[in-house]
């Protein structure tokens, strides 16, 4: 009873193949590339290990009015132990000249429907009154705000998530709560021949309570149809990953999540699959560099 202990855990998503489709961390990407476009994610995170991260997102994005506005969706899919949750949510992107560039300015606003499944839980008193309503799921409401900077040889990004920090619960005096986070990323290419090109990329994210991490990712494009490069995440693990463009509308994603910490003692990495398709658009190209 004496002792001090300190735990920190994972609340917001945490994804390798960002880079493939901006839009799952930016909502004002939306539009950027310049057609309608499909994607869907799966990632299993510390493989092995029961109870791990399992996640499926599906989004949607498009331009409207002339390119001038964004718009799209996301659904997402969730489970950690015996916490199942599912996230939708709606977003809008205003898009101006700037510069030799374009500026994106989003809104997202969507919905949180967390619930516990119950069965899971093995209690030593299976009358607690603390376990007794955790089968009821429990809707909370989100608010997120972003910026998008580019021209076609860089890129910026910032999104404030969780503007609003809905409770997790009703009861008094707790501190179950949405935290409120920050995401920085920012990205620039560069030509390598007449069909190659290097990607040098970053993300950095912060927590309330003063927690962040930052990872660094070089990808190198051969001639236009493969993306293959690394990355490694402070304070967790390095990755590879790959992208190939079947046509200009069509791409599949692999990465693996090789962890460097003592948690790589207990699972076996972390592994992500993406699909991504875009209509045509009035150029007849839609895979965009980012």
Known sequence: MCTWMNANAQQEWSYTQYLFNLYDINSAYAGNHGSASFALRHRSQWMGMEGAPITQQFS??????????GV?????????????????????????????????????AGIIRQAIDRPKISAADQQDVNLVNLAEPLIIPNLDASLFYNTKEFYVGLQSCRINRSMYTQKNGTLARLYYNLNMTAGVMKKVGSDNMLQLSTLVKYSEGKLWQAEWNLLYLIKNKFWLGGGYRLNSGCSVLGSIHFSTQFRIGFSYDFPLTALRHSNDGSAEVFLGYNLKSRSGKSI???
């Not at 969706?73 to 030799?100: D, H, P, T, W």
Request: glycine share 12%; aromatic share 12%; net charge positive.
């Open 60 to 69: 949607f994005h498009t331009p409207v009015k002339e390119e001038k506005i």
């Open 288 to 290: 965009r560099y980012f």
């Open 72 to 108: 799209g969706f996301k659904v997402m899919n969730e489970s950690i132990g015996a916490r199942k949750q599912q996230f939708v949510s709606v977003s809008g992107a205003y898009k101006l000249r700037l510069g030799s560039g374009i500026l994106s300015m989003g809104l997202a």
